[in-house]
């Protein structure tokens, strides 16, 4: 049974049709029920918090207003669509615990068709939709076209590209500007100060960013107020002309502790709502890779001025908390969600003789593949960049899986992608990475889907320039090749193999970009040769080596991950339905 009560306004939603016969005090409660209601979900399952409390009155308001499907209304990163969906028929999904996995975190137009696009990457709604308004205009439509974008997202600049275009289409184009002065920690940026000037300003004050690039402008300083929403819909619905609404909102609104420290309940697991306390009170005192590497970074920065710690709006990832941040100094970058820049920006800096270092997770990481290839690599500059949740075992939605990047950062010349396979490699090559002298290399260190343990059957180096792969243990006619987070699994799967009298060689490969040949034509005379990566197989790093071997006659096995994009999948059925574990590993050997 739903847990909401019966009599609650929000029972009587079921699609944004029943909401827009209501008056402002039933729409006010309505607020409140889909509040409870949110609060009720990310408190016991987890989830993005205060962007979606932050969101409650606009999207009710946007639904009253616009004739929603047939009005298209496009969600910025949508993390933030959580009332979105509660108003258009997926309330159960977030009022039935046994119906919280219903839906995505994100929009998504299998689930619905107020969804027009799965989106859980930053800053590409408004160009997304500048490309729905120029096709009603080519089709003689008359709908309205409605980007809903935050101010953490208008770092990027993609944003900047479509507010550019969407400016010239001399149509119903309408942008509403999310403000909550938040991205996921703090704001980084130039634009920030303009957007601060107009709030305090109610909107007056010049230059407005918005204007000069050839929008109208309207504000609404109270931007959780759902009168003052609803007017300021009203008057541009149905414009002829692009529009941008800037909207002043509350980050966590309704829930104190998330009103408080924004930044820890951006996104939260489940927690106790008074106290904002974690409800799994298991105690790991083991660091995980994200303490380790500020730890390390620290120390670094501490003992050289030239090393700087970069991030594009997720400090958190790369365990810098605002303490650790403040140590840092300006030392610690913060480009906003702007990953192009971070790449190029890094390399500007090694360029000056700095030795930059920027933290990105996989999954954002594929925005800046340009500037990977042509400004970092092509230019030969040794900035070092490390990859969080590159792995199957991170992040499983749709829209951040981060296990491509082997694929698409391998095989770019000139750069070297060092995979290791648990700590005491992964602060060895960091370590080599930050300190080495007279390199013409950029470096991407990608950690390990696995726990921060040391393996002391792993050799670390001095030296990774040109990394030589590590026999871990010699065997005969098989040889397992376990690279990155699968090491462990191959040392796991030769054991195994003993038992039934194989002896098989466990060989780390340490880099994935750049082949040692001498190890591998080593194994030109074995019966067996199985690869395993974190990563998909296209592509990726074992098909470089049945490609070398292929004129022997060898047999190689290349196991990871399909091309494909699966959603919400168990990490460990996955890895079953790839051969991916220890038992199916050894068994494929014998």
Same mark, same amino acid.
């Given at each position: 049974?739903?847990?909401?009560?019966?009599?609650?306004?929000?029972?009587?939603?079921?699609?944004?049709?029943?909401?827009?016969?209501?008056?402002?005090?039933?729409?006010?409660?309505?607020?409140?029920?889909?509040?409870?209601?949110?609060?009720?979900?990310?408190?016991?399952?987890?989830?993005?918090?205060?962007?979606?409390?932050?969101?409650?009155?606009?999207?009710?308001?946007?639904?009253?207003?616009?004739?929603?499907?047939?009005?298209?209304?496009?969600?910025?990163?949508?993390?933030?669509?959580?009332?979105?969906?509660? %108003?258009?028929?997926?309330? $159960? /999904?977030?009022? @039935?615990? #046994? !119906?919280?996995?219903? &839906?995505?975190?994100? +929009?998504?137009?299998?689930?619905?068709?107020?969804?027009?696009?799965?989106?859980?990457?930053?800053?590409?709604?408004?160009?997304?939709?500048?490309?729905?308004?120029?096709?009603?205009?080519?089709?003689?439509?008359?709908?309205?076209?409605?980007?809903?974008?935050?101010?953490?997202?208008?770092?990027?600049?993609?944003?900047?590209?479509?507010?550019?275009?969407?400016?010239?289409?001399?149509?119903?184009?309408?942008?509403?500007?999310?403000?909550?002065?938040?991205?996921?920690?703090?704001?980084?940026?130039?634009?920030?100060?303009?957007?601060?000037?107009?709030?305090?300003?109610?909107?007056?004050?010049?230059?407005?960013?918005?204007?000069?690039?050839?929008?109208?402008?309207?504000?609404?300083?109270?931007?959780?107020?759902?009168?003052? %929403?609803?007017?300021?819909? $009203? /008057?541009?619905? @149905?414009? #002829? !002309?692009?529009?941008? &609404?800037?909207?002043? +909102?509350?980050?966590?609104?309704?829930?104190?502790?998330?009103?408080?420290?924004?930044?820890?309940?951006?996104?939260?697991?489940?927690?106790?709502?008074?106290?904002?306390?974690?409800?799994?009170?298991?105690?790991?005192?083991?660091?995980?890779?994200?303490?380790?590497?500020?730890?390390?970074?620290?120390?670094?920065?501490?003992?050289?001025?030239?090393?700087?710690?970069?991030?594009?709006?997720?400090?958190?990832?790369?365990?810098?908390?605002?303490?650790?941040?403040?140590?840092?100094?300006?030392?610690?970058?913060?480009?906003?969600?702007?990953?192009?820049?971070?790449?190029?920006?890094?390399?500007?800096?090694?360029?000056?003789?700095?030795?930059?270092?920027?933290?990105?997770?996989?999954?954002?990481?594929?925005?800046?593949?340009?500037?990977?290839?042509?400004?970092? /690599?092509?230019?030969?500059?040794?900035?070092t960049f490390v990859v969080f949740y590159a792995t199957m075992f991170g992040m499983n939605d749709e829209t951040h899986l981060g296990f491509f990047d082997v694929a698409l950062l391998g095989n770019i010349p000139n750069l070297q992608l060092l995979a290791p396979t648990c700590r005491n490699e992964f602060e060895a090559m960091l370590s080599w990475a930050v300190t080495r002298k007279d390199s013409t290399t950029p470096v991407v260190i990608r950690i390990p889907g696995s726990p921060a343990v040391d393996n002391p059957e792993v050799a670390t180096l001095d030296d990774y320039s040109v990394a030589p792969y590590q026999t871990v243990r010699q065997g005969e006619k098989v040889a397992l090749i376990g690279a990155g987070t699968f090491l462990p699994t191959m040392l796991q799967a030769a054991d195994l193999l003993k038992e039934k009298g194989v002896n098989p060689t466990v060989i780390n490969p340490r880099s994935l970009s750049v082949l040692d040949t001498a190890a591998l034509d080593a194994l030109r005379s074995y019966d067996l040769v199985i690869t395993a990566e974190d990563g998909i197989v296209e592509g990726g790093?074992?098909?470089?080596?049945?490609?070398?071997?292929?004129?022997?006659?060898?047999?190689?096995?290349?196991?990871?991950?399909?091309?494909?994009?699966?959603?919400?999948?168990?990490?460990?059925?996955?890895?079953?339905?790839?051969?991916?574990?220890?038992?199916?590993?050894?068994?494929?050997?014998?």
């Open positions: 049974m739903d847990t909401l009560s019966e009599t609650l306004v929000l029972k009587r939603v079921k699609s944004p049709a029943d909401l827009r016969s209501m008056s402002l005090n039933e729409l006010r409660e309505l607020a409140a029920d889909v509040r409870r209601a949110l609060l009720d979900k990310v408190s016991a399952h987890g989830g993005h918090v205060g962007p979606n409390l932050g969101m409650v009155e606009a999207t009710i308001a946007l639904h009253y207003v616009f004739n929603t499907p047939e009005d298209k209304l496009i969600f910025d990163v949508s993390h933030q669509s959580y009332p979105h969906k509660i %108003l258009t028929g997926r309330a $159960r /999904a977030f009022t @039935d615990p #046994d !119906h919280y996995d219903d &839906v995505t975190g994100y +929009t998504n137009p299998s689930e619905s068709p107020y969804d027009l696009f799965s989106l859980g990457h930053t800053s590409s709604a408004v160009a997304l939709a500048t490309g729905v308004a120029k096709a009603r205009d080519l089709r003689g439509g008359q709908e309205n076209v409605v980007a809903v974008i935050g101010d953490g997202s208008l770092s990027g600049g993609v944003a900047f590209e479509g507010l550019d275009y969407g400016a010239t289409l001399g149509s119903n184009f309408i942008v509403v500007v999310n403000d909550n002065d938040m991205s996921i920690a703090e704001n980084h940026g130039g634009i920030y100060a303009d957007l601060r000037l107009l709030r305090h300003s109610n909107g007056t004050a010049e230059p407005n960013l918005f204007r000069s690039m050839g929008y109208a402008y309207r504000y609404v300083h109270y931007g959780n107020d759902l009168r003052s %929403l609803i007017e300021m819909f $009203r /008057a541009v619905k @149905d414009i #002829d !002309h692009p529009v941008v &609404v800037h909207i002043n +909102t509350m980050k966590g609104l309704g829930l104190p502790v998330a009103e408080a420290d924004k930044e820890t309940f951006h996104w939260s697991m489940p927690f106790d709502l008074k106290t904002g306390a974690l409800l799994d009170n298991s105690v790991d005192d083991t660091p995980g890779y994200d303490d380790i590497f500020a730890t390390d970074m620290l120390k670094m920065m501490q003992a050289d001025p030239t090393v700087v710690t970069m991030t594009a709006g997720t400090p958190g990832v790369l365990g810098f908390s605002p303490e650790r941040r403040r140590q840092a100094g300006r030392q610690f970058i913060d480009v906003g969600i702007a990953e192009q820049q971070a790449v190029d920006m890094a390399a500007g800096l090694a360029k000056g003789g700095a030795k930059p270092v920027f933290g990105v997770v996989s999954s954002f990481l594929q925005r800046a593949y340009d500037q990977f290839a042509q400004d970092a /690599a092509l230019n030969r500059q040794p900035a790093y074992g098909q470089k080596v049945a490609s070398y071997l292929g004129t022997s006659p060898v047999k190689v096995i290349n196991l990871g991950l399909p091309k494909a994009f699966p959603n919400h999948y168990s990490a460990s059925e996955l890895a079953r339905q790839c051969s991916l574990t220890a038992e199916q590993i050894a068994a494929l050997a014998r």
